[in-house]
């Protein structure tokens, strides 16, 4: 898949296709949401006992990742370059307040400083190119300058070490997907000063075996009882990483 990745979703075709078949009750993408849900309400609340943070869901989409922390942020601001996906996400009846921001250029500034603060990344670092990564993690450090501001949540939905890695081998070595590997998660994040302090994984097997009837079932079990073993988010398809910044930011961003 192409670097231009974000131009798919300029269309309202696309939009709802993604939203009612690629998230719809019981898929794949659907069940992977719903253990990430319960993780994040978890870290959420032991992160900041003692009081909510403002969420900033840079490639907001849909507002997915705004709903699944309804309740438990002060307040939330979603970012997208897709008018049609801000437009999904109010039909949604998404709670917060939608943002357009340019596909490239000068680095988006957060709509408010107020903290402590909770940025998060879903679905966004895979199918896109290093400049439109970095633009975003830039983002991420306007948002938190320094270890106290916050957290910040990213997802990696083709983890290289995985095994939707072996697909790539049925095309004669040619990869036509794309894959981030841990280093190269934690490599992004060391370039804008942060460190990863955890990492979850929320699928040990791939989408087709959610498709294949009979299978279904024993592919959430697996998923589901993976979680509770140590070292598997290392070969886990789908990785949420938590990270924290370990630099005040100098470089005026």
């Known amino acids: 898949m192409g670097t231009n990745y974000a131009r798919v979703f300029q269309d309202i075709g696309a939009v709802d296709k993604y939203e009612h078949r690629t998230y719809a009750p019981g898929s794949y993408a659907s069940s992977i ?70 596909a490239d250029g000068p680095v988006p500034r957060p709509a408010t400083a107020e903290g402590p603060a909770l940025v998060t990344m879903f679905r966004l670092l895979l199918n896109v190119d290093d400049t439109v990564r970095d633009r975003a993690l830039a983002f991420a450090a306007r948002v938190l300058p320094d270890a106290d501001a916050g957290l910040l949540v990213i997802e990696n939905h083709g983890n290289a070490r995985s095994l939707r890695h072996l697909r790539a081998h049925r095309h004669r070595g040619h990869r036509w997907f794309a894959e981030l590997s841990h280093d190269d998660v934690a490599g992004l994040l060391r370039r804008h000063a942060f460190e990863i302090v955890a990492r979850r994984g929320f699928s040990m ?10 299978l279904d079932r024993l592919a959430r079990g697996v998923d589901s009882a993976a979680r509770l073993v140590p070292g598997a988010d290392r070969y886990a398809v789908n990785v949420v990483y938590v990270a924290r910044r370990v630099l005040a930011d100098t470089q005026g961003l």
């Open 205 to 214: 097997l791939t989408q087709g075996w959610y498709e294949r009837r009979g």
């Open 33 to 102: 949401n719903e253990r990430q849900r319960v993780y994040l309400r978890e870290l959420v609340r032991s992160a900041f006992p003692d009081r909510p943070p403002v969420q900033h869901d840079f490639a907001c989409g849909t507002g997915r990742a705004i709903r699944n922390l309804d309740g438990l942020v002060r307040e939330a601001h979603g970012y997208d370059t897709s008018a049609d996906m801000l437009a999904k996400a109010v039909e949604l009846h998404t709670p917060a307040r939608l943002h357009a921001v340019a």
